[in-house]
């Protein structure tokens, strides 16, 4: 595709679909995790199989098949070790790799690796992901049909189902709503200026590599000399264009199974509500950030550059304190909408004395980091059998975490990025995990905490909800809802290289 920037062309052919769609249409979907069985026999279906690429059809095609790859993957397939190390370290080390990551990212108490169902240690780390994606009644048959063209290079280590909950996430509220709108006609100014309004377009380089991101540049990516490509199959980096871009139209791919205890959460909020439904609902909302049906709890209207859903015309900046939307909700957490400024600086010369630091207490509001450089595309889909609010009600608890047979219900949650550790790895850590969040202290967020205490052994349960001229309304106890049971992180190539993958001599 041709842009404003002359000579730069976007690769939608060469990009994998998924980049560009979450496939709402197809709605049955599976992921086959593969490992490796013959690598000469692997590498032939790579080298052959049909992945659909980033084209806008007229219509949605009626099945759809996108690869990527964990490091292991990419070893078991024979990738030279220099070309790997190419890669970003924490995709290398993978998502399980130590304890100071799992830690990070929340994976300790009941969330600990060492209970995962798959992906917990190098060894059991899927080498290949398949993403399936199907019109109602066709995905069966063209998962046995994979299965059967894959099958003398790949065993399948696990198939992870998914269920249509009719645009649901398994706790009953919409999912789906709010997702950053690539710039793929790269007509963003790609250059590190300071963004004075939120913007919910995200520059290419930020989800693609081999394009540049919101800083300027070329996000770190493997770059091989030319003479390893010398059939010029890979496309040549724009950075530096002596050298074949291995990187260039790919992105990373995170895929954690998350457990979800509807039963536990629904249950929880009835009882703090003293089986009020209103209560009940209200609560739940504030604890999400959005109604059931996916409304806001802030006024809309606003001009978002790059959002047409007027669900998502909305920022913080005018519910500060959170009375609207608790600071601490989820959305709010993964997605603060601010921008490089504090609030309120809007005019030239307030700019510039909050530039200046005149302004202490408007740069001491701006805890949060700027959102534009942690924007997730998230690719989720669901599991398990979804239940209505009734039945939920009085559910049975949950197997303990530690019953590896019982992977329950919940998210496959899947997000792209091009960097794994300044966009998931932040997100996840800083804001989700994290227990001091913007002016919130000693709590975590209040769907996704593991509830651990705190290093100094303080309390995380809590979760609070401002109210107007008064202390905050903190709600305590919260028990652990969601639990991850798996993960990894996977390289999603372009489609060029990922057939260069498939060849590169060991
Ligand atoms: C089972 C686990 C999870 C559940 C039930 C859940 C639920 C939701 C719901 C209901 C929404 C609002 C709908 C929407 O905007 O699409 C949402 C938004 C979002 N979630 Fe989650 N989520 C989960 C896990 C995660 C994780 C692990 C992350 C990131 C590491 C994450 C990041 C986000 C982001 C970025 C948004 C959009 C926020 C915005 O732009 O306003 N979620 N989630």
Partial sequence: MSNGQGAFTVDLDDIQGLLAFGYGKLKEASFLLLDVRDATAAREWLSRCTVNNAVKLDSAPPTALHVALSCPGLRALGVPEDIVQGFSPEFVAGMSSDESRARRLGDVGNNDPAYWHWGNASEVVPHVVVLLYAVKDRLAAWQDKVLTECAAGFTLVKCLTTTDMDGHEAFGFRDGISEPRIDWDRERAAVDQELREYTNIACLGEFVLGYPNEYGEYTERPLLDAQRDPGGQLPRAEDEPDMADLGRNGSYLVLRQLRQDVGGFWQFVDRVADGDAAAREHLAEAMVGRTTEGDALIPTGERIPGEQDPRNTFTYRGDEEGLHCPIGAHIRRSNPRNTDLPPGANGFFSWAIRTLGFDADALANDHVSSTRFHRLMRRGREYGTRQ??????????????????YDGTGLHFICLAANIT???????????????????????????????????????????????????????????????????????????????LSKVKP
Avoid: K
């Fill in 388 to 405: 209505t609010l009734s039945q939920a009600l009085v559910a049975p608890p949950e197997p303990a975490h530690t019953d590896r047979t």
């Fill in 422 to 500: 300044r966009q998931f790895e932040f997100v996840q850590s800083a804001w989700l995990a994290g227990v001091r969040f913007d002016s919130l202290h000693g709590e975590s967020d209040p769907l996704l905490g593991n509830r651990q205490p705190d290093p100094i052994g303080a309390p995380t349960d809590s979760f609070s909800i401002p109210v107007a001229n008064g202390c905050d309304r903190r709600v305590t106890g919260l028990p652990q809802f969601i639990t991850v049971i798996g993960g990894g992180y996977f390289f999603m190539p372009g489609i060029r290289a990922l057939r260069f």
